[in-house]
């Protein structure tokens, strides 16, 4: 009985809020080294004492992680995106170096506190590109402040509970503070212990996250509002069902006509789907840094086929 418990707490925990080391083959931040960052601090919004990082030289590409995990879950990635850009990293409400402390936890409040922190450092138009939950958050960043976001990359993030397979909703509604007793020994316990202004905080943080999925949400009349180009990526094995993230495709203008000749009915907005990934590995999959630059930095044209034959 104990290990069924044990087993259900820790599943739900991280199929719910896409923890980085649900799959143990992936490589781990702590096991790859991150260049130092070359600015670091905490920014203070709305009662929220943000911990951020910022590393490379370029174009500003905001980075969010996902449920459970901070900065460091992109550790892997961090060479790849800093190659041409200067990511600014956030550890969200609650999670890796930012306390929870007492005000509510929404995505929406959150969304708008980006917004602040980058006015606060002295950002204007940036790229934006968020996991999971950090998806969320991006996508309210883009909802409420259009005027901040050039191009936006949200990545296996859907827009509706409903999307979710029905199984993982009940996963969902099973995550609160009991389960920390049973995580000692994952990384996401560990690390946030590693790095957590108040590391006692943990079974509250799981009892925050539990209570908001327990909430049902649907964003599809505010799709409509993410007027800057938009790529959503998703695994062929994420914890979304495929018709959800085709209608959120569908919702954003693309996917409902063929393209045309001349590329005439192109749709300004991505749909990747990527193969063999999971909710829990695609964070760290280079195809999804290849991908996401590719989206950024403008979409190399395909070859002329007719070129050949003149």
């Known amino acids: 009985m104990f290990k069924l418990m044990r087993s259900t707490l820790v599943a739900a925990a ?43 030289e370029g174009a500003p590409l905001l980075l969010l992680h996902g449920g459970l995990g901070s900065i460091d879950m992109f550790a892997p990635l961090m060479p790849a995106l800093t190659a041409k850009h200067q990511v600014i990293a956030v550890d969200l ?37 968020g996991y999971s939950m950090g998806g969320g958050v991006a996508f309210q960043l883009a909802v409420q402040h259009p005027e901040r976001v050039n191009r936006l990359v949200l990545i296996s993030a859907g827009y509706a509970a409903h999307g979710f397979y029905a199984d993982m909703r009940k ?31 943990f079974p509250k943080l799981l009892d925050t996250v539990g209570d908001f999925m327990r909430k049902d949400y649907d964003y599809a009349a505010e799709v409509a509002k993410l007027t800057m180009p938009t790529l959503l990526v998703f695994g062929d094995a994420d914890m979304y069902r495929p018709e959800h993230e085709v209608k959120f495709f569908q919702l954003l203008g693309g996917g409902l006509r063929d393209a045309g ?14 193969p063999g990934r999971t909710h829990y590995d695609i964070f760290l999959a280079p195809e999804l840094v290849q991908t996401s630059l590719n989206f950024i930095e403008g979409e190399p044209r395909a070859a002329d086929w007719t070129a050949s034959t003149k």
């Open 93 to 129: 409400h609650g999670h890796g170096r930012t306390a929870l402390g007492e005000r509510p936890f929404t995505l929406q409040a959150q969304g708008a506190d980006m917004d602040a922190i980058l006015g606060k450092l002295g950002y204007g138009k940036v790229d934006v590109m």
């Open 261 to 274: 000749w001349q590329r005439e009915h192109v749709s300004k907005n991505r749909l990747a789907i990527l």
């Open 171 to 201: 996963q969902q509604a099973q995550v609160n503070g009991q389960a920390a007793a049973f995580m000692k020994d994952t990384p996401m316990y560990q690390s946030y212990m590693a790095v957590a202004p108040r590391p006692q905080d």
């Open 14 to 56: 991280l199929a719910a809020v896409a923890a980085p080391t649900a799959v143990q083959a992936a490589p781990t931040a702590a096991a790859v080294a991150a260049p130092r960052p070359a600015k670091s601090g905490h920014v203070e919004v709305d009662g929220v004492r943000y911990y951020y990082e910022v590393r490379g």
